[in-house]
């Protein structure tokens, strides 16, 4: 498992404790910070910490990467791919990070030429989801491998709310979790320009928020509308500006593409 930041940190140690359950060895992850892996494991000491991406290649043939940034997602897979000293043939690499669908097309011809089998399943959800195996998995790749492989795995350990097939090319899956997050993204500027107007007009947030909860129950508008009446989005930190960026800039690319 390659990327231990918020979510990797949840997804790891659930992935960890479905293999071993099943017999399987300790997970292998790899962060390039490495206090953040010596965290993780302090947390789950079985885990096993490799000291590079090369040692994580020579001794796994499922690799799980969870990684910000297009960039840091192509030097990773590129290294997983190197000829002389990264992954056997036959091997599986399974994207769960949002990347560029373009990207994740480009790795995927890149990854069947070394013979290396590239699936993508992003998630959707907050930490706390992943911290309790309740995310939306929305995978495309080998409907085999994905059928006999990777969601037996999958599902118990982070996959327990639901799963949507969007295709078998890697790619779909990611122009589906782009089109996901715009709703969300959409859906929250909304909010945000809602309360904005109640603040200015004097009506009150409050008002607001108990309005999304009679209309639109248990969903993100009532969620989120939560947040903002208590302003929690500095301490309580479950998406970023910049990851917003990168996905709004994806989404312009789908579109022009």
């Known amino acids: 498992f390659i990327g231990i930041g918020t979510m990797g940190f949840q997804m790891a140690q659930r992935i960890h404790k479905q293999l071993v359950s099943v017999g399987g060895k300790p997970l292998l992850i790899y962060n ?4 953040r892996a010596q965290d993780l494991k302090k947390h789950v000491p079985d885990i096993q910490i490799a000291e590079s991406i090369k040692m994580l290649a020579q001794e796994s043939d499922i690799v799980f990467t969870s990684l910000r940034g297009d960039d840091n997602v192509i030097q990773v897979v590129n290294e997983l791919l190197n000829e002389e000293h990264g992954l056997e043939k036959k091997s599986i690499i399974v994207e769960l990070s949002t990347v560029d669908p373009s990207i994740a097309e480009e790795l995927a011809n890149k990854a069947q030429q070394v013979y290396v ?3 993508a399943c992003p998630v959707t959800g907050p930490s706390a989801k992943a911290a309790t195996g309740n ?5 495309a790749g080998d409907p085999t491998l994905l059928d006999k492989v990777i969601l037996p795995q999958l599902i118990p350990a982070i996959g327990n709310k639901k799963v949507l097939r ?3 090319k890697p790619h779909q899956a ?3 979790k782009l089109i996901n997050n715009f709703f969300t993204r959409s859906l929250t500027e909304t909010l945000a320009t809602g309360m904005a107007l109640a603040e200015l007009t004097g009506t009150g947030k409050d008002n607001i928020k108990e309005l999304m909860s009679e209309l639109f129950p248990g ?11 208590r302003n929690t989005f500095k301490d309580e930190v479950q998406l970023s500006l910049t990851s917003a960026r990168e996905d709004a800039l994806r989404i312009l690319s789908l ?3």
């Open 32 to 35: 390039r910070t490495a206090s």
């Open 255 to 257: 579109v022009e593409n």
């Open 219 to 229: 969903t993100i508008l009532a969620r989120y509308a939560e947040r903002m009446t």
């Open 117 to 119: 089998h590239y699936i």
């Open 174 to 176: 990611l122009q589906f």
């Open 166 to 168: 969007v295709g078998e």
């Open 135 to 139: 995310l939306i998995l929305t995978p």
